[in-house]
């Protein structure tokens, strides 16, 4: 092994333990390669780099595929047939197996990813990981995003395939600052709520299969339900975009009111989030305010009920020409419209946005005749 500060390289062949074996390194860069069968009674080996010296330690296994364990800060056991417990270890490169690190159950176990099938937990980069198990559904287990982005395929509350490992018994996960991307797979299992805080970044959700009803809940948050999700909603915090997939999803403002901003008929931003693929906008009973963009793109008409509640609308730029539909209904058509009416209704006011706007009564209404009065002499 190494000796002082000297780095040192390592290859373990086999070894059968008469008792307690242990293998030390140094306080350099010590890297343990287990290349054979290594059995008996007891075997420890000490990397001397993880906490107490300045090098850092790698253990490197084959590719048969190990269960792995962290015990606790810069320790592993390696599932063989004699137990290996590796401390004081920086760096696991687990090989081409199907390996899987389990953590503690009941514990609170946080993996953070660091790269395609690349992890972080108790202080060690476990490199070429495909699969976590957090141990059991009654901690507080949390899988954090990569820095730079991760991307999320969730499978029930507990369950998502994140950066090409597949990760169970987790109770929360969360993006981070980086541009994380979350979706579903065709048939998630869900046997409560589930929340996710993306952590800002231009997080995207990609929609399940099927009709998404989605429901503003501030600024970047949303909840989703679906019959996939078997009566449970999925809350998104912290997210910047949304896209359905192929449901006539809706999306309704949130209870104490919202801000549309219309791009198209399928897509507008509501309270922060760019919502496209969308079937239906639709306002809640609180004041919720409509306007667009300055050049938005529609394919056909397209109805947006307020709700009442005292919603507002704030007309395109150009000329806006409103037609009158009735109680607290109008339409829209505007060059920038591309021919195609915009209704609304349950709504309470309307304003310009500069251009020479033109309101015209609904067709059947009948002027007011107020009738004669008398002169008096």
Request: charged fraction near 10%; charge should be negative; proline fraction near 1%.
């Amino acid at each position: 092994m190494g000796f002082g500060d000297a780095d040192s390289v390592n290859t373990l062949g086999d070894i059968t333990a008469i008792g307690a074996l242990n293998i030390d390194g140094a306080d350099g860069a010590d890297q343990f390669t287990l290349a054979g069968t290594l059995g008996g009674s007891s075997i420890i080996i000490d990397g001397d780099g993880g906490d107490g010296g300045a090098g850092i330690d790698t253990l490197i296994l084959d590719n048969a595929g190990h269960g792995l364990t962290s015990t606790g800060t810069n320790t592993v056991v390696v599932d063989l047939a004699t137990d290996i417990v590796v401390n004081e270890i920086d760096i696991v490169d687990a090989g081409t197996g199907a390996d899987t690190i389990t953590g503690v159950a009941a514990g609170a176990d946080n993996f953070v990813l660091l790269g395609n099938e690349r992890v972080s937990y108790n202080a060690i980069d476990f490199r070429d990981i495909e699969n976590v198990a957090a141990g059991s559904t009654s901690g507080s287990d949390t899988v954090t995003a990569a820095s730079g982005g991760s991307t999320f395929v969730f499978s029930s509350n507990s369950a998502a395939t994140v950066d090409g490992i597949s990760f169970t018994q987790v109770e929360v996960f969360a993006g981070d600052t980086g541009a994380d991307s979350f979706s579903f797979i065709a048939d998630p299992t869900f046997a409560s709520a589930m929340s996710i805080n993306g952590g800002g970044g231009g997080d995207s959700v990609t929609g399940s299969t099927g009709l998404d009803a989605l429901i503003a809940n501030g600024a970047n948050s949303f909840s989703i339900t679906n019959a996939n999700f078997d009566t449970f909603a999925v809350t998104f915090s912290g997210v910047g975009n949304y896209a359905g997939n192929g449901g006539a999803d809706t999306v309704t403002a949130a209870s104490g009111g919202s801000t549309f901003v219309i791009a198209s008929n399928s897509s507008a931003t509501v309270d922060g989030v760019l919502f496209s693929a969308i079937t239906t906008f639709a306002g809640d009973t609180g004041a919720d305010s409509f306007s667009f963009i300055a050049d938005p793109t529609f394919a056909s008409a397209m109805s947006i009920n307020g709700g009442g509640g005292g919603d507002s609308v704030t007309g395109s730029s150009g000329l806006d020409t409103l037609v009158a539909n009735g109680a607290n209904s109008f339409s829209i058509t505007n060059a920038n419209f591309d021919t195609f009416a915009v209704t609304f209704s349950g709504v309470g006011s309307y304003a310009g946005n500069g251009g020479a706007d033109t309101l015209t009564a609904a067709s059947g209404v009948q002027p007011l005749l107020l009738p004669a009065v008398p002169r008096r002499l």
